[in-house]
């Protein structure tokens, strides 16, 4: 499966837009219940005048609303966001730790928040277990579980060390536009054949697109014309 999914993208990035630590963990902090795009929406003009935690800290509660109000929760996000530079100010110098436990108590960051930015940031072989890779690896078969921790650990203890690095990434980006949580594109997937999902679709509609989406042809695809029918 991964190295199908590396094969398809070889270096996967994550979607916010940030220029250090603490600005992923600003917009990881955001993303809660948001859009990538909503968050850099935000963010682009948040960054611009408070890049780091004692900016982001002397722009005050009012200041720092001013910036997120168009983002879900936006009042729990500031209330936090704030604690949180306080924390580093005074506790690491302003910097992000890179560190789970460190990182975890820091107000707002949990388990997922930690696990994003020691992977995406630090480089570290983390994978955070959103809703998009509980869904992927539980349709996949992959790392079937009833909680995102119980896939977390599946997924940490059998996931190949070639892959480690990138396999939040992969699937995560599996999940947003290929394995689609109402309709999968199952006739685009390049995990097709893999696959467990009992509800896979298992031919493209006329609305459903060809498998470009995924950069690789679904292996064992028959080429088909161009025009595309409803079975
Ligand atoms: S075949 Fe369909 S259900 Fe299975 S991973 Fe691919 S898109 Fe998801």
């Known amino acids: 499966m991964f190295a199908r999914l590396r094969a398809a993208n070889p270096e996967p990035r994550t979607e916010l837009v940030y220029d250090s630590p603490f600005q992923l963990l600003i917009a990881v902090m955001l993303s809660a219940q948001a859009t990538d795009r909503g968050v850099n929406k935000a963010t682009k003009t948040l960054f611009a005048v408070a890049p780091d935690a004692a900016s982001m800290r002397a722009l005050g509660l009012a200041g720092l609303k001013r910036h997120i109000a168009s983002i879900g ?34 107000p707002g960051v949990g388990r997922k928040t930690a696990n994003v930015v ?36 599946r997924l940490d203890r059998l996931v190949p060390k070639p892959f480690r690095r990138h396999a939040h990434h992969w699937l995560i980006l599996h999940g947003r536009y290929v394995c689609k949580a109402r309709k999968p594109l199952c006739g685009a997937c390049v995990l097709f054949d893999l696959c467990t999902y009992k509800d ?11 498998p470009v989406s995924s950069g690789v042809p679904r292996p064992g695809l028959r080429s088909r014309s161009r025009r595309w029918k409803r079975p």
Do not use: M
């Not at 729990?76 to 949180?84: D, E, F, P, S």
């Not at 277990?129 to 349709?139: E, G, K, S």
């Not at 896979?200 to 060809?210: G, L, N």
């Open 73 to 106: 929760l936006y009042n729990t996000k500031a209330a936090n966001i704030l604690k949180t530079c306080k924390q580093l100010i005074e506790w690491h110098e302003g910097k992000v730790p890179r560190n789970r436990e460190a990182l975890e108590a820091l």
């Open 118 to 153: 020691l992977n995406t940031a630090f480089g570290e072989e983390t994978i955070a277990v959103d809703t998009h890779i509980f869904r992927v690896a539980n349709r996949l078969g992959l790392a079937p579980g009833r909680t995102v921790r119980e896939v977390e650990d």
């Open 200 to 210: 896979k679709v298992t031919k493209w509609t006329a609305t459903e697109s060809p």
